[in-house]
């Protein structure tokens, strides 16, 4: 008898924890009821794999909710917004001219001097005014990037003919996590949202990433959640993991949301059925169509198809691959890939440009798998710095093409990029062949830092990456409200920094 005395006494003790909690947030948060399983996310319940956040569970549980447990199953889920995913190349890759072009004032080609083109790795005999450019992906290219030649082994000519690109001239600090790269809060707070996570990221950072978030934009709730394998992903679910053992916090914690079936219980109840069940429970039973096996990549045959022959045994792959189930199915609203080792100066060609075509099979297998899935696709490709070549010292990039090694760190030769991709097809850019370059370089080679608000201020840039993102939409008139006073400005001030007309 007196075992049970002693759980009954040890219950009421937390369940009166979880009151002064339930008080203590009422009283502070300012927050409306949540009504939705959507909201709760939003509020911070649900953060992801291993995450609850107890005083939004007490929020959850206060007298005042009246919610189950629902998920949206239309046909974009996570709140109905184009998916959206970042990848972050740590140590200052090279994104301009052997990969993607820049050019002068008037965009993409207007083509730099040969010495310009000689500082971002090109030699006279490859410069664009000599080979052209590649257009596969709308984007000019140069037609031996490495990027580029990763971005065409994973796609198909329809779902390269339904993509788009801009080029982004702004410089940023060499080989370091603290410049303010990331935008992904910013993303969130335009509404991007997912069924299972806000948003995702494979490192276990603020950012998701390597590189900051913007401070204005962090909000604690909206933190990205680590997905990095198979395992992170089949966990938002609840699902086990590969040693059997189930991935249960949220399994646990969304259990309650759909058991409890608040509004129609008593918060005696509730309180009683969240310690018992909220954190007992060791699997989870969700009400909605949705498993853990839908959000596993190593079954997912468009991704077997995308990366075959063992490729998502691949570490490298396997978490871009998670990413991509993810994301694009709008299980979590935007995600993090991100990869370091980029700190190309001095290392051989054949080496810095092995790691570009990887890059580009990753970007192009995430242009593939929307395509498969019918679903619109917002990339933006970012590094910490950048890097400027060694003109005395050409070699071989290993697939037959001399060009030149790179000599060191350099934040003036830095660029970030957009690609769009609409099942609807090609993304329109707003303004012709000039919405394709956002600012410009110098003849030098070197990035003009006067050419937009964002040449040579990070933050500012990843504004500009949200702005985008809400004109994708055509919701660019949010701008102003989804982030606070942004240094970009708003209203017809940013108009000349959209790039596309809305795919959705």
């Not at 052209?132 to 990037?145: I, Y």
């Not at 949202?193 to 990221?201: I, K, L, M, R």
């Not at 900051?212 to 909000?219: E, L, R």
């Not at 606070?484 to 940013?494: K, Q, R």
């Amino acid at each position: 008898m007196s075992k049970y005395r002693n759980r009954f006494r040890a219950r009421e003790r937390r369940r009166e924890a979880i009151e002064r909690r339930i008080r203590d947030n009422c009283r502070v948060s300012g927050h409306a009821p949540p009504r939705t399983r959507r909201e709760f996310l939003g509020r911070g319940l649900i953060a992801g794999t291993g995450t609850v956040f107890l005083p939004s569970m007490a929020t959850l549980l206060s007298r005042y909710a009246h919610a189950e447990c629902v998920i949206d199953n239309n046909p974009l889920l996570g709140a109905g917004k184009i998916p959206f995913i970042g990848i972050d190349q740590g140590g200052g890759a090279n994104i301009a001219g052997s990969n993607i072009i820049v050019g002068g004032a008037g965009g993409q080609e207007d083509f730099l001097s040969a010495q310009g083109y000689a500082r971002l790795g090109l030699p006279q005999e490859i410069i664009p005014q000599n080979v052209g450019v590649d257009r596969t992906f709308g984007l000019a290219m140069h037609p031996n990037s490495a990027l580029l030649r990763g971005m065409l082994d994973k796609t198909s000519n329809a779902t390269r003919a339904n993509t788009n690109g801009v080029v982004i001239p702004a410089r940023s600090e060499n080989d370091t996590g603290n410049n303010p790269h990331n935008p992904i809060y910013g993303i969130s707070k335009a509404g991007s949202n997912g069924e299972f996570a806000v948003s995702v990221g494979t490192r276990n950072s603020d950012s998701g990433g390597r590189s900051q978030a913007p401070q204005s934009m962090i909000q604690a709730d909206l933190r990205p959640t680590r997905v990095r394998n198979r395992n992170d992903a089949v966990g938002l679910a609840g699902g086990a993991s590969n040693d059997g053992f189930p991935n249960g916090r949220v399994a646990q914690a969304s259990a309650v949301l759909t058991a409890l079936k608040l509004g129609q219980i008593n918060e005696a109840q509730a309180t009683e059925e969240l310690v018992q069940c909220g954190f007992d429970k060791t699997t989870a039973t969700f009400n909605t169509p949705i498993s853990s096996t839908d959000l596993d990549p190593e079954v997912d045959a468009d991704l077997q198809a995308i990366f075959p022959n063992g490729e998502l045994n691949n570490g490298d792959f396997a978490k871009a691959a998670a990413v991509m189930k993810v994301v694009v199915n709008g299980y979590g609203g935007a995600g993090t890939i991100e990869y370091g080792g980029r700190d190309y100066h001095q290392d051989p060609r054949p080496e810095t440009d092995g790691k570009d075509f990887f890059v580009g099979q990753v970007i192009g297998g995430t242009l593939e798998y929307a395509a498969r899935v019918g679903k619109p696709l917002m990339i933006y490709g970012f590094s910490d710095g950048a890097v400027s070549a060694d003109t005395n010292r050409p070699e071989d990039d290993g697939q037959g093409v001399t060009k030149f090694r790179w000599r060191s760190d350099n934040s003036q030769t830095a660029a970030s990029f957009i690609l769009a991709y609409s099942p609807a097809g090609r993304p329109n850019l707003r303004a012709g062949d000039a919405s394709q370059q956002l600012g410009f370089f110098n003849p030098d080679g070197n990035i003009n830092t006067n050419s937009s608000p964002f040449a040579n201020s990070v933050s500012t840039l990843a504004e500009l990456i949200v702005l985008n993102y809400l004109a994708l939409h055509g919701e660019q008139a949010q701008f102003g409200m989804v982030l606070d006073n942004p240094g970009l400005g708003t209203g017809a001030a940013v108009d000349p920094y959209i790039a596309f007309d809305p795919i959705v």
